[in-house]
């Protein structure tokens, strides 16, 4: 028999038919519901399968210290039946809790005051970055009011715990995510109009934007920033809810890692104590790190990605330029000119030095820039679209990261990175979010062709995949265009998680820009 040629990774696919896409979207409606958490079923948002408890105990709630804790559980208690409350312990959270997360035991649900969309499954809270696409699922199918909601709940997480965080659950107070929470103010508020809301949000936006650029999470003196988990120690969750058939931690093939494998990426002793066969603190700082980052894990900074607490990602400043650009907008719909220079001013200066530092033109696309060793990382990831995504990029820098898209397009769409290394945010394995920021990137830029054909890959993809298993997944293998992922996956969670809130928002916002 004669060897058929690889299929050509760039070669255009058609959508399914309409009446499919029908069914798809039917389906996402649907789901819209089965994924939303409120004060009346509270019994649904309280467990957690990432961590232990004793069977017949009552779950958790915590209430920031901040908070009127009796106004807090008359309005649960309305919600709910005598025998409901009954399972709830409601509790109050020190008035540092990042400071003091030893007096925060048992682990348990935060207290949110508006309706959510979980992502799904074990992922049973409200996430940070998530719900910045969730909600542009949500504007995109006219669900105005509880993409509000979602942003209301951001908003409320910084005024009382502190920043958006990583998700509403108390192990996760020391983190947040990527940060997209002035873009979704600005989409809503161009879908309300509301000039007293929109007041109200901004100094918030203020202070989480301070969350990231001052403290730990500048990236040196470079002008720009870094993730930088606060908490330390290894994070409950991993340590709880992500175990092997045989019992293994996360963190104990970590350390049989190291104990078998030489590691050039880093300097291998700042995290792995080899005499002792033990992580060390900064280890466990860069895990939460890379944690916050969203992208858990990778090799994308080497092993594990511990070396991120040494990068400026291009992901991150690229969000924060959007973040400053949006701010600025939202001044001017407020009249309030000098403010918006001031914001304006600050993303001209990320730019500048964002080209200055990570900026390769030999290879045409922006990379992360490690302030410790003064070097570019050469490692290639999705992220490289960001740029684009956000309009930072010249048109010539557009064009020349346009030119290398297809050492990451297969025949599912848009790969992570380049690189086998048994991590889910690395290949083959592809997400939502990475396709849209790729696709809207390079519809930004007039890549309208390569837009569609991503676009269509990847709807086509989740359209199979919804046909052949009746559900909508969190990731899926580009290379094989399949969804059945486990066996690729060595490091983190193995499981490929049903409902999926930003899949299903993705395939909405991609069919609204594919042209037929």
Do not use: C
């Not at 269509?456 to 094989?480: A, N, P, S």
């Amino acid at each position: 028999m004669v060897a058929q040629p690889a299929p050509d990774p760039t070669t255009q696919v058609a959508l399914p038919a309409p009446d499919q896409l029908d069914t798809l979207r039917a389906y996402i409606d649907r789901t819209w519901g089965t994924l939303t958490r409120s004060h009346e079923d509270l019994l649904k948002a309280l467990p957690d399968d990432k961590v232990d408890r004793e069977p017949g105990t009552p779950w958790p709630l915590y209430v920031a210290a901040s908070e009127d804790t009796a106004a807090v559980g008359q309005r649960l208690r309305r919600s709910l039946t005598a025998e409901e409350w009954a399972q709830v312990d409601l509790r109050v959270l020190p008035e540092t809790p990042r400071e003091h997360m030893d007096q925060v035991e048992p682990h348990g649900l935060l207290y949110l005051p508006h309706p959510y969309v979980v992502p799904g499954g074990r992922f049973n809270e409200m996430y940070g970055w998530d719900s910045y696409f969730i909600s542009v699922g949500l504007l995109e199918a006219g669900r105005v009011e509880l993409a509000k909601h979602m942003t209301d709940n951001h908003l409320y997480q910084v005024r009382h715990y502190g920043t958006v965080l990583n998700a509403n659950r108390t192990y996760y107070l020391t983190r947040s995510q990527p940060p997209f929470l002035a873009t979704m103010v600005r989409n809503v508020f161009a879908a309300t109009r509301d000039t007293s809301w929109l007041a109200d949000a901004v100094p918030v936006l203020t202070t989480y934007y301070e969350y990231w650029t001052t403290g730990p999470h500048r990236a040196g003196d470079t002008g720009l920033s870094r993730y930088y988990g606060l908490g330390d120690g290894p994070a409950p969750e991993v340590v709880m809810g992500e175990r092997d058939a045989e019992g293994q931690s996360h963190y104990d093939r970590i350390r049989a890692y190291y104990r078998t494998n030489e590691v050039t990426a880093y300097d291998e002793s700042l995290f792995y104590d080899a005499a002792a066969d033990s992580l060390t603190a900064l280890f466990y700082k860069a895990d939460r790190s890379m944690r916050e980052s969203g992208f858990d894990p990778s090799n994308r900074f080497g092993p594990f990605n511990v070396g991120i607490v040494h990068h400026a990602p291009v992901g991150l400043n690229s969000f924060l330029y959007r973040y400053e650009r949006d701010v600025a907008a939202l001044m001017h719909a407020l009249g309030r000119s000098d403010a918006a220079k001031t914001w304006t001013r600050r993303a001209e200066q990320r730019k500048r030095r964002m080209d200055e530092l990570m900026w390769n033109a030999e290879t045409g696309r922006y990379r992360d820039y490690n302030f410790r060793t003064d070097t570019q990382n050469d490692y290639h990831f999705a992220t490289m679209m960001a740029p684009l995504w956000v309009g930072l990029a010249a048109d010539s820098q557009a064009a020349a990261t346009a030119e290398t898209l297809w050492q990451f397009e297969v025949p599912g769409g848009l790969l992570t990175s380049t690189r086998r290394t048994g991590n889910q945010w690395d290949a083959p394995f592809g997400w939502a979010p990475l396709q849209m920021i790729a696709v809207e990137g390079l519809r930004r830029y007039g890549y309208d062709t390569a837009a569609n054909r991503l676009s269509t890959k990847f709807v086509g993809l989740v359209h199979k995949e919804f046909q052949e298993h009746g559900v909508i997944l969190e990731k899926y293998d580009l290379v094989q265009r399949e969804s059945d992922v486990s066996a690729g996956i060595t490091y983190g969670y193995s499981e490929n998680v049903i409902g999926f809130g930003w899949t299903n928002a993705v395939v909405l916002r991609l069919l609204q820009g594919v042209k037929r």
